[in-house]
Nanobody
């Protein structure tokens, strides 16, 4: 009965920053790879960033240098720090975590960047 809940979305001006959080509830025994995905209107869902258990990260080219993924396993929480936001970043952002040997998705949080 693991559940992921994203928070931190909202409306932000271009050039601004937001920090998304993904909190896992329930009994967490093991945590593997964690990722953030996004889906913009009329577009396919895409991987934004991933972080492995050992700390290795990967980013889609469009966010490199602007976004930072991190994790705090002691708090069962993952983060996505988003800086220098652009209107093209507008999307619903979903977290994904491999927990207890299987993958879980959050419900999504809307990020809207105005310009």
């Amino acid at each position: 009965q693991v559940q992921l809940v994203e928070s931190g979305g909202g409306l932000v001006q271009a050039g601004g920053s937001r920090k998304l959080s993904c909190a896992a509830s329930g009994t967490i025994v093991t945590i593997g790879i964690i990722g953030w995905f996004r889906q913009a209107p009329g577009k396919q869902r895409e991987m934004v960033a991933t972080i492995a258990n050992g700390g290795r990260t990967n980013y889609v080219d469009s966010v490199k240098g602007r976004f930072t993924i991190s994790r705090d396993d002691a708090k069962n929480t993952a983060y996505l720090q988003m800086n220098n936001l652009k209107p093209e970043d507008t999307a619903v952002y979903y977290c994904y975590e491999f927990l207890n040997g299987r993958g879980y998705w959050g419900q999504g949080t809307q990020v809207t960047v105005s310009s």
